[in-house]
């Protein structure tokens, strides 16, 4: 639908909005009539490049052809089946996905906090079989961020955020240790501990990659202690970090990965990995989902896994990802860039990063803000380096406006 096709004007719009919706987001003030690859356009067709990617959502950019025949055509096929039949998108998906990553089961969900529930489900389920009833606890990072459910709000190292903040007591059986600290997790793992579950760079938290000492170590950790290295790779998986999944920068394996975001292709849906052992604490009835492996979002994600793997689109965030934070690092008032292939955080010295990104918007890049000091790009892996030249031209001209 475009606005056109309304009789609306944007300002009607968005009152519409104002007034029916319950509003937790702080929106642009723009209204996204259309998109194509690696821009959205505004209802008079004004380009704005796009460095969110619907938070790392569009890698393979916005309306790819591929992914659009693949939802049209299966949306004339089958709409939705829930799953007790066997349907073709789920098989062939779930065959690639776990090939692709060398696991060897899937359990397909619609989002990122819901495949982190399974995640949790899973581990939690697996312990206290096969340890005994207490054996659920699992240990997260500080400045974690897992999603929006209780089970990973919980998860969530971040007790004074908003998303924790006013909702009463967290799911127990989670506990926090440093982030990068692996002599922390050390103390915070006791006897009833199953599990320490982590993002490779934290993403929400400020855009912090875990170092290889500390990757490695926690799989260390898990094997000597028996517990499960639970990996969540909703932010950084699908070749966002230069690598098809995060993990495989570390020379390590997860016994349960989570992934949702960019696997889609823009359809929403997320999914775990296991190993076959840890997958056998999912019996018969124990978890499940209506809509997790529908049709639609299964044939999507087929077509955007295809399209990242034949393009190479992990090698090409790797080489554009170099490219962009060299060019970042050459501004002023920027302490640090940091990040891994197209998933990189500027932290400010002095600028606010919600003026910057409004200053930003108003020259016709979307960006978003973490915290008060730090931007984040995570634009589309189809991004050229023109592009990138562009936005380093505008962040440039931004941070100038803000400094004089
Ligand atoms: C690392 C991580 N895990 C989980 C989530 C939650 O995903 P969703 O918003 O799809 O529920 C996010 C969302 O930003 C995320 O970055």
């Not at 702080?26 to 959205?40: H, I, L, P």
């Not at 999603?147 to 998860?155: E, L, P, W």
């Not at 296991?274 to 018969?284: D, G, P, Q």
Request: net charge negative; aromatic share 8%; glycine share 10%.
């Amino acid at each position: 639908m475009r606005l056109k096709d309304t009789g609306l004007t944007a300002e009607e719009l968005k009152a519409l909005v104002n007034k029916y919706m319950i509003e937790t987001y702080e929106r642009f003030d723009f209204v996204a009539d259309r998109a194509k690859g690696n821009y959205m356009y505004d209802e008079n067709d004004t380009p704005y490049l796009d460095f969110y990617a619907g938070i790392a959502v569009n890698s393979v950019g916005n309306c790819n052809e591929k992914v659009v025949k693949a939802v049209q055509d299966q949306a004339a096929t089958i709409m939705q089946t829930f799953n007790y039949p066997y349907t073709v998108p789920q098989a062939l998906l779930a065959e690639k996905i776990c090939t692709t990553i060398g696991m060897d089961k899937i359990f397909f969900q619609n989002t990122g906090t819901e495949a982190n529930e399974a995640m949790i489900k899973m581990a939690r389920k697996y312990g206290v079989e096969k340890y005994g009833p207490k054996r659920y606890k699992i240990v997260t990072a500080a400045k974690s961020f897992h999603g929006r459910t209780f089970g990973a709000m919980s998860a969530t190292g971040q007790p004074d955020n908003a998303c924790q903040v006013g909702f009463g007591d967290m799911t127990p059986g989670f506990s926090y240790a440093k982030f990068n600290d692996l002599e922390d997790f050390k103390a915070k793992v006791d006897d009833d501990t199953i599990a320490v579950m982590v993002e490779p760079i934290q993403g929400e938290g400020g855009v912090n990659p875990a170092t290889p000492a500390f990757m490695q170590g926690l799989r260390k950790l898990c094997d000597e202690k028996h517990m499960l290295l639970l990996i969540d790779e909703v932010q950084t998986g699908w070749c966002r970090t230069g690598k098809i999944m995060a993990y495989m920068h570390y020379g390590i394996k997860p016994d349960i990965v989570s992934m949702a975001k960019a696997m889609g292709g823009g359809m929403p849906i997320g999914a775990i990995c296991a190993t076959e052992e840890v997958s056998k604490a999912f019996t018969m009835g124990s978890h499940g989902t209506t809509f997790g492996g529908h049709p639609v979002c299964c044939a999507a994600s087929l077509a955007a896994i295809t399209e990242m793997l034949d393009k190479d689109l992990a090698g090409k965030a790797a080489e554009t990802g170099e490219y962009l934070m060299a060019g970042l690092r050459k501004l002023p008032h920027v302490k640090e860039v940091r990040g891994k292939g197209l998933m990189i955080g500027i932290e400010f010295t002095d600028l606010g990063s919600v003026d910057m990104k409004h200053e930003c918007f108003h020259r016709h890049m979307l960006t978003t803000a973490i915290g008060s000091n730090i931007m984040r790009l995570i634009p589309p892996l189809t991004v050229t380096k023109e592009e990138c030249d562009k936005a380093i031209e505008i962040i440039g001209e931004s941070i100038d406006a803000l400094s004089k």
